[in-house]
């Protein structure tokens, strides 16, 4: 597998790529007193070895960073802009300038360069441990393994057949020539870490197509690992079989030493550390000190640097408390300071002009072959197991995707002599054709919002007057749970219409790839445990024991990235059938009555479910708790709902929720209509019979309920709205109002704009702005209207209104 972290070849390649090939690089002397420099004025800081590694560190990581900046819109991943920054300091950019080379990155500076790029890559293997759950393997069914197989088994038939016909046909180098079956072994496997990386960068892995690729290419990473190994291993001379021999029993007894001894004794220590404290650094440091101890195990064993990292991360239990504090630790510093040395060494040793141009046409030709390969065998056996043709499509390109991994496996080939030094810079160049090429093609395919597709409308307003209400309440952390609790009771969950409430504790997801979503059973008794989940579990365990018969109770943990959690929320939603989807919102107010922003994730993640959510959604701002502290509805001698009504969709909406309160009976309503000049505000004759149709079934419904008010108002702009809603401060407990209102009415006129987040949308920003700031809780109420017809999975908006129509022609029938 190799042993060793400064290679000869590597050396050789950038010595005559550099400077004389007739010269004698077999020894690099190096000054023992050029360590640090005296300062420019006294002799060239380059010179000497701190000061060079200063601003080789500084070239890679900016370069790097550009590329980053300048691919960001391209929609590549991070490894398209480090593999780049790599080629641009190396030789087939910067390098050909005139004294670039012989400056920056000089022959006696890449000993201490290759040390230091080490590190990093000792730390890339151990974080990508970390991250992945090795117990996913568990979940691993037929379908995943029949395309994971088919998938590297296909392009490794296609490419390997036509390597040895191509060695028939044309005459190549005699070490290209060799490293074709090599190569079409190697570009024929599957990385399953470097597809959990890029999805999680794409942000794609909570979605099933996501779930699904990262199963696949599990699957399929297991098998190219057998096919890998035994190409290497085959390729080792005849002499060398009981070198062979020991390196594979080194390798195994390295792992039952890691898994059987090292995790252990971390689960038990981890166990004590963790009740009722935090992870100290003395703790994190040990952990950390490991992952030397396991390099150096690796180099001293004769295996490969990587793999006793690689496994050590594999051993340490992912997620929070250990996975998250160690990769938060880690995982910056490694990204922009270690990692752009790798990088950067790779390219010091690739130059692309000096690759024969046949033998370029040759190796790309097996390589092509070998990616058409994994596409072919993908899409039909994804056809095969009943997966829509577009996702099959998208699943053969995502296949391909190539990352750090690869990168470093085709390095350990060509230091095992398996592929010759052309070959090693065809496939480095090919990777980065390959994913810069197959993304923006990967993010034009993908539609996330197909994901959630109904072909009816999940409404409150549309719900049966005798059916279950289903919500999906959002809770962040314990601050959210009495609002949350006070406005599920305030719903009216009844025997002839329940309510079933699923619970979804949301935490961040740091130190592992895979997203977790943990199902809780309520319990006859309060748990003991401290963490947050249990609390928050316990809390609506009570609540569903004070309304028994009324509510049901289904709590979950989702732990996942911000950028992706929406993924697990609409996901539920989807499954469950909900109607309503209640989120806190991004920000929350301080003792000083000052907006702060909650986690900076929240906002990204109420963005995208307003985007694509298959139900109705209501964002509630708590801007009331600090004054009233009352957890419960029950205790409230009469709590003022007020709802205001400017019309549209997310009004009737509200209007329906509300109209829900209203059967509270300690629960006073105040619907506040706004017209303009006395009419309905709206120029759409349809949206204006509409609003009409739902208020005239409210005031029908609620008369002789003397807990309920209606009232009209009259403004002729948004200066009027503005100020009948500061004639509502501090009178209600509640203000419930739509999201989204016609942006042509003059009553809103001059409003536009001001929702700078768009969360809230305009009346819902100004009632939630500090200068409103009162005792007032806002509830932000957005109607589902995307529904997709299911001939052809096309957008068809205009159904919203029909729906609506034929609603309320059922209810006049009714009457």
Known sequence: MGSLVMEPDDMASYASSTFHPEDNFSTICMSVGKINSRGIFHDDPLNFSLPLLLIQLSLASLVILFSSRLLKHLGQPSMVPQILGGIIL?????????????????????????????????????????QVDPWIVKKIEKREIIIGVSTVALALVLSISWSFLVLAKITIGLGTAGSLPVVATAESALSF?????????????????????????????????????????????????????????????????????????????????????????????????????????????????????LLYGLALPAGPPLGSAVVEKLELINSWLFMPLYFVKNGLVTDIFSVDFKSYLVVQYIIAIAWVGKF??????????????????????????????????????????????EAFVVMCISML??????????????????????????????????SELRVVACIHDQENVPTMISLLEAINPSKRSPVAIYALHLIEL????????????????????????????????????????????HPFTAISPYVTMHDEICTMALEKKASLIILPFHERYTTTDVWEAFKKGVKIMNDNILDMAPCSIAIIVDSGLLHNSRPMLATWSSYRVAILFLGGADDREALAIG???????????????????????????????????????????????????YIEEVAKDGTGTVAVLRSMKNNYEL???????????????GLTGLDEDKELGEVGYILASSDFRGNSSILVVQQHSIVWDAKDFTVDMSREIEDEAEHLRMYRVAA
């Open 193 to 309: 870490p470097m597809m959990a990386q890029y999805l999680t960068e794409q942000k794609m892995i909570n979605s099933e197509f996501g779930r699904l690729a990262l199963s696949c290419s599990l699957a399929s990473n297991l098998f190219s690992f057998c096919i890998i190994t035994l190409t290497i291993l085959t390729n080792q001379q005849s002499g060398e079989r009981f070198q062979m021999l020991k390196t594979l029993c080194s390798g195994v007894a390295m792992a039952l030493v890691i898994f059987g001894v090292v995790r252990p004794m971390i689960m038990r220590m981890l166990k004590r550390k963790t009740k009722g404290e935090s992870l100290t650094e003395e703790f994190i440091s040990i952990i950390l000190v490991g992952v030397l101890v396991a390099a150096f195990a690796s180099q001293a064993l004769g295996l490969h640097i990587g793999y006793g990292p």
């Open 735 to 749: 203000i419930i109002v739509g999201r989204r209102h016609e942006k042509k009415s003059p009553l809103v006129f």
């Open 510 to 553: 740091v130190g592992r790839s895979n997203p977790l979503l943990i199902p809780h059973k309520l319990s006859k008794r309060p748990s003991s445990n401290a963490s947050s989940s249990k609390s928050i579990v316990n809390a609506f365990r009570l609540f569903e024991q004070s309304n028994s018969g009324n509510v049901s109770v």
């Open 376 to 421: 072919i065998g993908a899409l039909v056996s994804s056809v095969y197991c009943s997966i829509p043709y577009k996702d099959a499509i998208l699943l053969g390109l995502v296949m391909n995707v190539q990352g750090v991994l690869e990168l470093g496996m085709y390095k350990m080939m060509k230091q095992a002599k398996a592929i010759d030094h």
């Open 433 to 466: 054709l390959l994913v810069s090429t197959t993304s923006p093609l990967i993010r034009y395919l993908y539609d996330p919002s197909r994901r959630y597709a109904v072909y009816n409308q999940r409404t409150v307003m549309h719900l049966g007057d005798n």
């Open 90 to 130: 190396g030789p087939s950019v910067l390098g050909r300038t005139g004294g670039f080379t012989e400056h920056f990155f000089p022959l006696r500076g890449f000993i201490i360069l290759d040390a230091i790029a080490a590190f990093g890559y000792i730390f890339f293997f151990f974080l990508i441990g970390v």
């Open 659 to 709: 109209a829900r309160m209203a059967g509270q009976p300690n629960i006073n309503v105040t619907m506040v209509r706004l017209l303009e000049n006395g009419s309905i505000a709206s120029d759409n004759s349809m949206e204006r019979k509409l609003d009409n149709e739902v208020v005239s079934k409210f005031r029908l419904n609620m008369a002789g309920n003397y807990r309920v008010k």
